[in-house]
């Protein structure tokens, strides 16, 4: 099954007028490779701004939004207001917003179906903690939040599922490709067996979790991962020039801080 090569990049709450103005320079100068969708999610202050001065080839993220059109919901943004300005894609699902913020699976599933019901396409992050892995639940834990969206979802046309372990994001420590195939084909599997086999084929999967230039390379060529979501604190010219290349393509095992674990994981 061919699908496009996915390259997210969450820009989290980093950034200035300057910085994105810098940053859009770089990417309204940078060439696209054929077959390839970038989406790239800056602060909500900033999304107008970047989507009214990029190219239309790049897609732009809001990081968040509701499960409402409209109302007394301070501080909240709807998919509805962001269809009004031409964003067609969401982040929902981060770990920091269900960690932080306390959203539960149900709640992301929720927010999930009214994005997709208003038009716009989701990246829903899904990923285990350190102590869960350590304790054989990853498998366990990535099909609950996966399962928590599938129950509020019938179609999975413009959703792309994001797995990040939680342990690597934003910590330096990058699953190695066996761990992220692994946890990518255990996903597929429970698609197929729960949603659709056609759903499991067709529906992008991506790795997020310190991916930078120096490594997507090493991950990008394990056969199950062919996405990547790249995290930038203060982008800078040379990562994203990686980013946006072709990547090549390493036989090099990924070294990581984080061993897999021991213990056999639950069914």
């Known amino acids: 099954m061919?699908?496009?090569?996915?390259?997210?990049?969450?820009?989290?709450?980093?950034?200035?007028?300057?910085?994105?103005?810098?940053?859009?320079?770089?990417?309204?100068?940078?060439?696209v490779?054929?077959?390839?969708?970038?989406?790239?999610?800056?602060?909500?202050?900033?999304?107008?701004?970047?989507?009214?001065?990029?190219?239309?080839e790049i897609g732009v993220a809001a990081q968040n939004s509701y499960v409402k059109a409209s109302g007394a919901y301070t501080g909240e943004i709807s998919p509805e207001q962001l269809k009004?300005?031409?964003?067609d894609w969401v982040i929902l699902g981060h770990s920091e917003r269900r960690e932080y913020f306390k959203e539960s699976d149900e709640f992301v599933g929720e927010k999930t179906a009214h994005a997709l019901n208003a038009g716009v396409s989701v990246i829903a992050c899904i990923g285990e903690k350190l102590e869960e892995r350590e304790s054989g639940a990853t498998s366990e834990v990535?099909?609950?939040?996966?399962?928590?969206?599938?129950?509020?979802?019938?179609?999975?046309?413009?959703?792309?599922?994001?797995?990040?372990?939680?342990?690597?994001?934003?910590?330096?420590?990058?699953?190695?490709?066996e761990q992220a195939?692994?946890?990518?084909?255990?996903?597929?599997?429970?698609?197929?067996?729960?949603?659709?086999?056609?759903?499991?084929?067709?529906?992008?999967?991506?790795?997020?979790?310190?991916v930078k230039g120096s490594n997507a390379g090493e991950l990008e060529h394990i056969s199950?991962?062919?996405?990547?979501?790249?995290?930038?604190k203060q982008p800078?010219?040379?990562t994203l020039t990686v980013s946006l290349s072709e990547v090549p393509v390493s036989t090099k095992t990924l070294s990581t801080s984080v061993p897999p674990s021991n213990k056999q994981e639950k069914k």
């Open 236 to 238: 800078r010219k040379k």
């Open 84 to 87: 009004d300005l031409g964003i």
């Open 142 to 177: 990535v099909t609950r939040q996966l399962k928590a969206i599938a129950d509020k979802i019938n179609d999975w046309t413009n959703v792309v599922v994001a797995y990040e372990p939680v342990w690597a994001i934003g910590t330096g420590k990058v699953a190695s490709p």
């Open 2 to 31: 061919t699908r496009n090569f996915f390259i997210g990049g969450n820009w989290k709450m980093n950034g200035s007028v300057s910085l994105v103005k810098t940053l859009v320079d770089m990417l309204n100068g940078a060439s």
């Open 224 to 232: 199950l991962i062919k996405f990547l979501l790249y995290i930038y």
């Open 181 to 210: 195939e692994e946890v990518h084909a255990t996903l597929r599997k429970w698609l197929a067996d729960n949603v659709s086999q056609d759903v499991s084929d067709k529906t992008r999967i991506i790795y997020g979790g310190s």
């Open 33 to 56: 490779p054929a077959g390839t969708e970038i989406v790239v999610a800056p602060p909500a202050i900033y999304v107008d701004r970047v989507r009214q001065t990029l190219k239309k």
